[in-house]
């Protein structure tokens, strides 16, 4: 692809991208910065474009490949075209740095990496910043060695300074002094990064830069590039990195950092493109956005400049909040497939027709998907087990109260209203609080102490099975 046969078509409604490397996971920060570039193209009526950047072709894999776009699904940031590999467009990213050696903006470099080493090492010792001198700037090709392969150099400007107008950093500054003369294309002939993503945005018409405050620096060079290139700059906006809660940079010990992780761990899209939103983004004093309301919303001047903070407790409460206002239908679509990998075979249409019925009452309790797995298992026949605390209810006097019990509701319909009647009936007869025949028969029905309304799960699991398992229990 090259400017003149790309795919791609320059609009008046902006173009974005993001462009992650396939060398792992879909990190935390990068789901954002994907979330937010599709939120501005969804605002704007622009479109949305992903690259995979994979020109580092012993660290990118095809498992990092589809871990990226298995993440993206799952989070539903879709792209508006085809994807687009760098690793497939390096003759077009050469062809451009060999046109700027042509057009005097660049030059062939015949220093070997020691050569370049003593240079920063000099430097160094004379208190200067540790770079690359421009020693085959100006100077006369035929004096090129025999045998050696150049790279070739960007002839970086020295004078004046680079200003960037960034949408979220507002006007940054750095004198083009500090600055040397970067490699754009290798010995080997491989395109550097610095150079391929700024042939690629360009040929993409890509409008908006949005991405990490990390590659701020990056924009001062990239600029001068594309000045060099008389191609016309987008717009950058910055984002401030995400920290962990203690303000330092994240890392492992704050807890997930894939966006897949943080699936298994039972979160839902929806409340994850909430938490990512609101992570340096805000609305008045909003916390609950749909996707809906964010599209319309969406702004860059909301981002703030203050890198955000991941609190895992925030983001479980607010997931708990979406499983409680899922449909019933949808939860228990997701959960099935998870409880089926958890038990090792598949669900009676008994107990999948229990769950349904009773999810409304397990949604109210849980706040990730683990918790509602774990809650739907009382409607699943598996081996009885009992923790420390479920025990404490399965002894002599305890036993003595459900056998009672169990002969009464012999006798009558298994109904919410009429279990509860004759569970207070038998506990009064008995002399004894509700509690104390409730909780051991609760231990007996679910398995363990906590539970959704224990009539309504008797109600669910029926007269049958209910006295099944209080049998089980007593014996």
Same mark, same amino acid.
């Given at each position: %692809?090259?400017?003149?046969?790309s795919?791609?078509?320059?609009?008046?409604?902006?173009?974005?991208?993001?462009?992650?490397?396939?060398t792992g996971?879909?990190?935390?920060?990068g789901a954002?910065?994907?979330?937010?570039?599709?939120?501005f193209?969804?605002?704007?009526?622009?479109?949305?474009?992903l690259?995979?950047?994979?020109?580092?072709?012993e660290?990118?894999?095809?498992e990092?490949?589809?871990?990226?776009?298995?993440?993206?699904?799952?989070?539903?940031?879709?792209?508006?075209?085809? !994807?687009v590999?760098?690793? &497939?467009?390096?003759?077009?990213?050469?062809?451009?740095?060999?046109?700027? !050696?042509?057009?005097?903006?660049?030059?062939?470099?015949?220093?070997?990496?020691?050569?370049?080493?003593? $240079?920063?090492?000099?430097a160094k010792?004379?208190?200067?910043?540790?770079?690359?001198?421009?020693?085959?700037?100006?100077?006369?090709p035929?004096l090129?060695?025999?045998?050696?392969?150049?790279? @070739?150099?960007?002839?970086?400007?020295?004078?004046?300074?680079?200003? @960037?107008?960034?949408?979220?950093?507002?006007?940054?500054?750095?004198?083009?002094k500090?600055?040397?003369d970067?490699? +754009?294309?290798?010995?080997?002939?491989?395109p550097?990064? $610095?150079?391929?993503?700024?042939?690629?945005?360009?040929?993409m018409?890509?409008?908006?830069i +949005?991405?990490?405050?990390?590659?701020?620096t990056?924009?001062?060079?990239?600029?001068?590039?594309?000045?060099?290139?008389?191609?016309?700059?987008?717009?950058?906006?910055?984002?401030?990195?995400i920290?962990?809660?203690?303000?330092?940079?994240l890392?492992?010990?704050h807890?997930?950092?894939g966006?897949?992780?943080?699936?298994? %761990?039972?979160f839902?899209?929806?409340?994850?493109?909430?938490?990512?939103?609101?992570?340096?983004w805000?609305?008045?004093?909003?916390?609950? @956005?749909?996707?809906?309301?964010?599209?319309?919303?969406?702004?860059l001047?909301?981002?703030g400049?203050?890198?955000?903070?991941?609190?895992? #407790? &925030?983001?479980?409460?607010?997931?708990?909040?979406?499983?409680?206002?899922?449909?019933?239908?949808?939860?228990?679509?997701?959960?099935?497939?998870?409880?089926?990998? &958890?038990?090792?075979r598949?669900l009676?249409?008994?107990?999948?027709?229990?769950?349904q @019925?009773g %999810?409304d009452?397990?949604?109210?309790?849980?706040?990730?998907l683990?918790?509602l797995?774990?809650? #739907?298992?009382i409607?699943?026949?598996i081996?009885?087990?009992?923790?420390?605390?479920?025990?404490?209810?399965?002894?002599?006097?305890?036993?003595?109260?459900?056998?009672v019990?169990?002969?009464?509701?012999?006798?009558?319909d298994?109904?919410?209203? !009429?279990?509860?009647?004759?569970?207070?009936?038998?506990a009064?007869?008995?002399?004894?609080?509700?509690?104390?025949?409730?909780?051991?028969?609760?231990?007996?029905?679910?398995h363990?102490?906590?539970?959704?309304?224990?009539?309504?799960?008797?109600?669910i699991?029926?007269k049958e099975?209910?006295l099944?398992?209080i049998?089980?229990?007593?014996?």
């Amino acid at each position: %692809m090259t400017e003149a046969t790309s795919p791609f078509h320059s609009s008046d409604k902006p173009i974005v991208r993001f462009a992650p490397s396939p060398t792992g996971y879909l990190h935390i920060g990068g789901a954002r910065t994907a979330l937010f570039n599709w939120l501005f193209a969804k605002h704007t009526g622009g479109r949305f474009l992903l690259r995979i950047e994979d020109t580092d072709r012993e660290r990118s894999t095809a498992e990092a490949v589809d871990a990226i776009f298995d993440s993206l699904n799952w989070l539903g940031i879709t792209t508006d075209y085809d !994807v687009v590999f760098q690793s &497939k467009r390096v003759d077009r990213h050469a062809a451009v740095a060999h046109q700027l !050696v042509a057009d005097g903006k660049a030059y062939y470099c015949y220093c070997s990496p020691e050569e370049v080493e003593q $240079m920063r090492e000099h430097a160094k010792a004379n208190g200067l910043p540790p770079r690359y001198n421009g020693f085959w700037r100006d100077r006369d090709p035929a004096l090129k060695p025999d045998g050696i392969k150049p790279v @070739i150099r960007f002839k970086a400007p020295h004078d004046g300074e680079t200003v @960037i107008h960034d949408l979220v950093q507002g006007e940054v500054h750095v004198q083009n002094k500090q600055l040397d003369d970067l490699i +754009i294309l290798r010995a080997d002939g491989t395109p550097t990064y $610095m150079l391929s993503v700024i042939v690629d945005d360009h040929d993409m018409h890509i409008s908006h830069i +949005i991405r990490g405050d990390d590659h701020l620096t990056n924009a001062f060079r990239q600029k001068q590039i594309y000045e060099a290139c008389s191609w016309q700059v987008p717009e950058f906006a910055h984002i401030p990195l995400i920290h962990g809660a203690d303000g330092a940079k994240l890392s492992k010990r704050h807890g997930a950092m894939g966006a897949e992780e943080y699936r298994a %761990m039972g979160f839902l899209p929806e409340a994850m493109r909430n938490y990512l939103l609101k992570l340096g983004w805000g609305h008045g004093d909003n916390e609950i @956005i749909s996707t809906e309301q964010a599209i319309e919303w969406f702004d860059l001047p909301g981002i703030g400049r203050a890198p955000a903070r991941l609190d895992m #407790a &925030k983001l479980t409460n607010l997931n708990g909040h979406y499983i409680r206002h899922s449909d019933t239908q949808h939860l228990h679509t997701l959960v099935t497939p998870l409880i089926i990998e &958890k038990i090792g075979r598949s669900l009676t249409s008994v107990e999948s027709r229990f769950i349904q @019925i009773g %999810m409304d009452g397990l949604k109210e309790r849980a706040k990730t998907l683990v918790e509602l797995v774990d809650g #739907a298992l009382i409607y699943v026949d598996i081996p009885i087990t009992y923790d420390e605390k479920s025990l404490s209810f399965c002894n002599d006097e305890s036993k003595q109260y459900i056998a009672v019990l169990r002969d009464v509701l012999n006798n009558y319909d298994f109904t919410h209203d !009429v279990l509860e009647s004759t569970i207070r009936s038998v506990a009064e007869s008995l002399s004894i609080k509700l509690g104390i025949l409730a909780q051991p028969l609760r231990v007996a029905i679910t398995h363990r102490t906590v539970s959704p309304s224990l009539f309504d799960v008797m109600e669910i699991l029926g007269k049958e099975e209910s006295l099944r398992r209080i049998d089980a229990y007593l014996s």
